[in-house]
Antibody, heavy 118, light 110 residues
């Protein structure tokens, strides 16, 4: 059974870059699945950030597209999120998830809280 | 893309049925077979409860069911139980290869 685990800094300075990785265990990333990032500001709802296929193809939320990069490293069985020019509004729990690329996220990581603050 | 519209809260007594609506547009729910529903307990990751409008993943109780009419999708929970108290989110895949979430609904079991 596939398991996902987020890792990365819990604190990022304003105007800096948020970088997270998601380790995939229990299965191969070379499949029909897309590998996604979803975030949730404290006390608020979920927001889809973007996803990547094992070929490197990506899709992004239009509202974040100019600042987001999602990439995959099949050799290490992980995928990554990079969000530039962060502000306090980017403070959230960031989840990585697996889907068929159709909004059906069937496996989730436990989530990691990232706070943007000086 | 705009978030899908869900009621902020719904409530019901144990044993009753409740329905949570999720309203979008002709660009998302109205034009998609790919509507999903998630359950999220406090400080936990979301859990997939319904996918492709009506399908339940293995292990999800048949008390949960989904439907769609026009631009509105619905999640119905029958035989409410205390453990159903959680936040519920809908999503829709859009024709522009993006995913949009609903704002979330807090279910209270009275």
């Amino acid at each position: 059974q596939v398991q996902l685990q987020e890792s990365g800094p819990g604190l990022v300075k304003p105007s800096g870059t948020l970088s997270l990785t998601c380790g995939v265990s229990g299965g191969s990333m070379i499949s029909s699945n897309w590998w996604s990032w979803v975030r949730q500001p404290p006390g608020r709802g979920l927001e889809w950030i973007g996803d990547v296929y094992h070929t490197g193809d990506t899709n992004y939320n239009p509202s974040l597209k100019s600042r987001v990069t999602v990439s995959v490293d099949k050799s290490k069985n992980l995928f990554s999120l990079r969000l530039t020019s962060v502000t306090a509004a980017d403070s959230a729990v960031y989840y990585c998830a697996r889907s068929l690329g159709l909004g059906d996220f069937d496996t989730w990581g436990q989530g990691t809280l990232v706070t943007v603050s000086s | 893309q705009s978030a899908l519209t869900q009621p902020a809260s719904v409530s019901g007594s144990p044993g009753q049925s409740i329905t949570i609506s999720c309203t979008g547009s002709s660009s998302d729910i109205g034009d998609s077979y790919y509507v999903s529903w998630y359950q999220q307990h406090p400080d936990k990751a979301p859990k997939l409860m319904i996918y492709e409008v009506t399908n339940r993943p293995s292990g999800v109780s048949n008390r949960f069911s989904g439907s769609k009419s026009g631009n509105t999708a619905s999640l119905t929970i029958s035989g409410l139980q205390a453990e159903d108290e959680a936040d519920y989110y809908c999503t829709s895949y859009t024709g522009r290869t993006t995913v949009v979430f609903g704002g979330g609904t807090k279910l209270t079991v009275l």
